[in-house]
């Protein structure tokens, strides 16, 4: 991708963010990010064919600013690589919940596409987040159990955003919960050495 396409996309999802965040994700028109973003309506749906595969983009795009934003901030204290993870993901849900229009937008489009992805489309162990999180347990080559661990705190982290989006618990349930699930599922990694 070109300097200048990837400037359009982040204008995009940009336009798309700050749409959804006022409207939702019904009350969000393709017409309406492709005018915010100041491109054409084909050049919006060359980038993204449906609003769906558009807020998933949007949630993707979120969590790899949020990533890169604290970088720096993240794995720096000492070595408590499962608190670390804790910390990180517990951020990240205060970040994306502070919008609560977009966040649910992102997340039932994020249904919706998953939903209807052909299998082994993507590897959430992949994505951004992921790699974050295996940076995190200084997990240089990760191995399939490495993998499979991160998908697994991810699927756990993300029912958690939803049960939050929802208010079927708490923020502080969140945190607790989400605390509880990287002692848990990160167990084998809390005792490597930094």
């Known amino acids: 991708m070109s300097r200048r396409q990837l400037a359009r996309r982040v204008a995009i999802l940009r336009a798309a963010g700050e749409l959804g965040a006022r409207e939702g994700l019904a009350g969000v028109q393709m017409l309406d990010v492709a005018k915010e973003a100041g ?8 980038y993204f064919p449906s609003k769906t595969h558009l807020f998933t983009a949007v949630l993707e795009w979120h969590i790899e600013m949020f990533l890169e934003g604290h970088r720096d901030a993240i794995g720096d204290g000492p070595a408590d690589r499962v608190t670390d993870v804790a910390d990180t993901l517990i951020a990240l849900t205060v ?4 919008s609560p229009l977009l966040a649910s937008a992102v997340a039932l489009s994020s ?3 998953y939903a209807n992805a052909a299998a082994n489309r993507y590897d959430i162990a992949e994505s951004c987040l992921g790699q974050t999180i295996l940076r995190l347990l200084g997990v240089r080559e990760p191995h399939d159990e490495d993998r499979s661990t991160v998908r ?11 049960a939050a989006q929802t208010e079927e618990t708490s923020a502080q349930q969140v945190a607790a919960d989400l605390r509880l699930a990287a002692r848990l599922i990160l167990a084998p990694y809390a005792d490597r050495s930094a």
């Open 95 to 98: 970040k994306l919940l502070a």
């Open 152 to 162: 697994l705190l991810i699927y756990s982290w993300w029912g958690l955003f939803v």
């Open 111 to 113: 249904f919706t596409e």
């Open 39 to 46: 491109v054409a309506i084909a050049t919006l749906y060359r």
